[in-house]
């Protein structure tokens, strides 16, 4: 089973800072997505990125994918207090969709 | 539009007693549905996926079961509660052909 690593865990930052939350997997990722979810709610998708060194934007977010298809990043400029949240990432195997850990974001104001 | 419903929201329950969530999904057929736990705010851990009526698979051993008695109804059950089956239970469809997963509101559940 394919494991997926996100990094860091937790990350404190004031709003108007930029951050960037990592997916990193031990094989290939056929695709890879992120969520984002809210306390108290389930995970909302944000992107699916599938091509190896692909980027997608989604306003202040930059999502990319490596070029060996094996780990993913999600870049946010000028943080604002409406991104806290929690980060996952997941990947689709068999069926199956399988989550990281996530990386719990908190922006201060 | 396709929607996705879990009840109940929140449920305190004894240790040594019964459980049942349930799931159901409208507006699309025959959708893959998945149950997910998740503890304290941290990554979702797949319990049970299907993918049709009574065909079930399992990801941990564990104190729960999972029925697909119809086509877009999912119940994740127990007979006896542990302390340890606290956490946030999540409900999830996906269509066949599809990589997107949408999420029901979730359920809390704390075993006391």
């Known amino acids: 089973t394919q494991l997926l690593e996100q990094s860091p865990q937790f990350l404190s930052i004031q709003e108007g800072e930029n951050l960037t939350v990592y997916c990193n997997s031990s094989s290939v990722f056929s695709s890879l997505q992120w969520y984002r979810q809210e306390p108290g709610e389930g995970p909302v998708l944000l992107v699916t990125?599938?091509?190896?060194?692909e980027v997608k934007k989604l306003k202040r977010l930059t999502f990319q994918f490596g070029d060996a298809r094996k780990d993913s990043s999600l870049h946010i400029t000028a943080a604002q207090t409406g991104d806290t949240g929690l980060y996952l990432c997941?990947?689709?195997?068999?069926?199956?969709?399988?989550f990281g850990q996530g990386t719990e974001l908190s922006v201060k104001p | 539009s396709q929607t996705i419903h879990q009840w109940p929201a929140t449920l305190v329950q004894p240790v040594g007693s019964p459980l049942s969530l349930e799931c159901t999904v409208e507006?699309?057929?025959?959708?893959?549905l998945y149950w997910y736990r998740q503890a304290a705010g941290r990554g979702l851990q797949l319990l049970f996926y299907s993918i049709g009526i009574d065909q079930i698979s399992s990801e941990v051993p564990q104190n729960l079961s999972a029925s697909r008695p119809q086509d877009r109804q999912f119940i994740l059950s127990s007979k006896k509660l542990l302390l340890s089956d606290s956490g946030f239970y999540l409900c999830?469809?996906?269509?066949?052909?599809?990589?997107?997963?949408?999420f029901g509101e979730g359920s809390w559940l704390t075993v006391v």
């Open positions: 990125v599938v091509t190896g060194g």
């Open positions: 997941a990947e689709g195997q068999g069926g199956k969709l399988i």
């Open positions: 507006g699309t057929s025959n959708p893959n």
């Open positions: 999830a469809w996906r269509k066949r052909s599809g990589n997107t997963i949408y």
